[in-house]
């Protein structure tokens, strides 16, 4: 058996979800290899090579895949798919934009959003909202498969010096332009990798007073979520919704401010390790999987909180 890992990353950093999936990718017992493809992915190329626990590492250091263009990615990866058994990327908006197209082209279903590796033709994934877990054997020659990160540990980055192989660049699809890409900017942890997330929901009761959530998040060094609802709302920008539709987290601490707690709300946050929950109404579903619940107005305990901290 041998597994491919696609890495993702913004042509600087390596983005923390690929080890999360390297680690998934160990759990088969076989060679593990990672391909890096962008342009001037020098730095990430150094970062992968340091995980002891690969085979190899892959880089096609190209312009055609500066922009990570679906059309191109896939191409570059069919070229390689025959020789590896499993072929795997985290479950993000870069895996979910290219893995669909890899797998019908090889003709293969794809697995998604797996959580627990089995055997090397078993897996478990999330369905109904995280409400039930479903076990699927694939017994495709190839296996595509999108791995959710919080279900799986760092894989450790050492001192280690991983073989690389260079691989030749394919050519421009031609199917699609990029034009440009907005990003939001802040100083604040990125929220999938945050020790620390405090979320606002429906109850903030608007843009304004998600402010109150910043001074305490600033305070903390944590980063800040919502709800969809909040989202919806036009609270705050959609890049900022935790939950199945919007990012699934897995902090350390996980505060939710005025959230009754819907359920892909609960789905997208039940893997935190605690959970704290702030809501006025004490039948509010998050109360029923928060570790410790507060029944009380976020208007007076916000402020009372950002001070004393």
Known sequence: ?????????????????????ISAALKLNGDVHVLVAGQDVGSVIKSVSKIDSISRVLFCDDEIYKNFLAENFSDLILGIAKNYTHIMMPSSTFGKNIMPRVAASLDVPQISDIISVEDHETFKRPIYAGNAI??????????????????????????????????????????????????????????TSAKIIISGGRGMQNGENFKMLEKI?????????????????????????VGQTGKIVAPDLYIAVGISGAIQHLAGIKDSKIIVAINKDEEAPIFQIADYGLVADLFQVLPELSEKL
């Open 134 to 191: 479903a076990t699927v054997k694939c017994m495709a020659p190839i296996k595509i498969i999108t791995v959710r990160g919080t279900a799986f540990s760092l894989a450790e980055v050492s001192n280690g010096n991983v073989e690389t192989e260079e691989l030749s660049a394919g050519t421009d699809s031609g199917k699609t332009i990029f034009t440009k890409q907005d990003l939001s900017k802040s100083d604040r942890p990125e929220l």
């Open 1 to 21: 058996m041998k597994a491919l890992v696609i890495a993702e990353h913004n042509n600087r950093d390596l983005k923390p979800s690929t080890l999360n999936t």
């Open 217 to 241: 998040a600033d305070k903390l060094g944590a980063a800040i979520g919502a709800s969809r609802a909040a989202v919806d709302a036009g609270f705050v920008p959609n890049d900022w919704q």
